[in-house]
């Protein structure tokens, strides 16, 4: 991380609750930041906890999040959720539609909405890599520490990651306690894998803070009422073909996707 990311990172910190400002007309690049804590997917079997932190400036996005607790070894899958017609929030219980007392991917995706920004290591960042798990961070002794900058977003993502309803989602559980994804249970994404690669493990919505480069007023501290409700992302672990078939055809399904699909 370089030292300008590393400023970008830094002033955020500073107005926790915050309310967010956007910047200027409709079109114009945003700028801002937020942070969410990370906290175990109800019904998921998880104990780890984390923070998250996001900075966008002029449309780039810079991301860190740090875990502990997570299935260590095993590589999880992390995005960004966000859908105008999501809940803004991290699943609850009653979201357990099939009543297996898990939430899997497509019951978290009610609470907090589809993948806009994949967060992986390095290459593409959209939701076509969704499961590219070759891609995503391994927790090494159950800890990741995810650093990226110079993520470019659209206008669009960068709102809404900003919007105080957006989700940050990690990935992979380990229901049967065995240190690895596998079990009899499917994914609901792709019935190859089992659903501890794909299912919630933290979800955490991203309150909208502070706009990170006004020269003045941005720090004003707001109602904090954005963070009252959690949220949570979608998807994955598995890195399978299939399953990022099945992962590009939903995102599809949202909008504002963009069309290609490279594999
Ligand atoms: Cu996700």
Redesign the pocket.
């Known amino acids: 991380m370089n030292n300008r990311t590393r400023a970008l990172l830094t002033v955020p910190a500073l107005a926790v609750g915050a309310l967010f400002a956007v910047a200027g007309p409709a079109s114009a690049a945003e700028s801002g930041s937020g942070q969410a804590d990370l906290r175990p997917v109800v019904g998921n079997g998880v104990d780890a906890s984390g923070t998250a932190m996001v900075s966008i400036k002029d449309d780039v996005l810079t991301v860190t999040y740090k875990a502990t607790g997570l299935l260590a070894g095993s590589p999880h899958?992390?995005?960004?959720?966000f859908a105008d017609d999501s809940q803004h929030r991290c699943p609850v219980i009653a979201d357990d539609t099939n009543g297996d007392g898990h939430i899997n991917?497509s019951e978290?995706m009610k609470a907090?909405g589809m993948?806009e920004v994949?967060l992986t290591t390095s290459g593409d960042t959209s939701a076509k890599s969704?499961l590219d798990v070759k891609r995503f961070d391994t927790a090494k002794g159950g800890t990741i520490d995810y650093q990226r900058g110079s993520i470019k977003v659209s206008d669009a993502v960068a709102k809404d990651i900003l919007s105080g309803g957006a989700?940050i989602?990690?990935?992979g559980v380990d229901y049967n306690k065995d240190g690895k994804y596998d079990g009899s249970t499917k994914s609901d994404l792709d019935p190859s894998l089992p659903t501890e690669a794909t299912d919630?493990a933290l979800c955490g919505i991203i309150g909208a803070s502070q706009m990170s480069m006004m020269p003045d007023g941005g720090a004003q501290t707001g109602s904090g009422s954005t963070t009252g409700v959690e949220h949570?992302?979608?998807?994955?672990g598995g890195g399978l073909a299939l399953l990022a078939g099945t992962a590009a055809a939903v995102a599809t399904r949202s909008r504002r996707r963009t069309a290609d699909v490279e594999r």
């Open positions: 899958a992390a995005h960004i959720h991917t978290g907090y993948i994949s969704a989700g989602v990690v990935h919630p949570t992302g979608l998807f994955v």
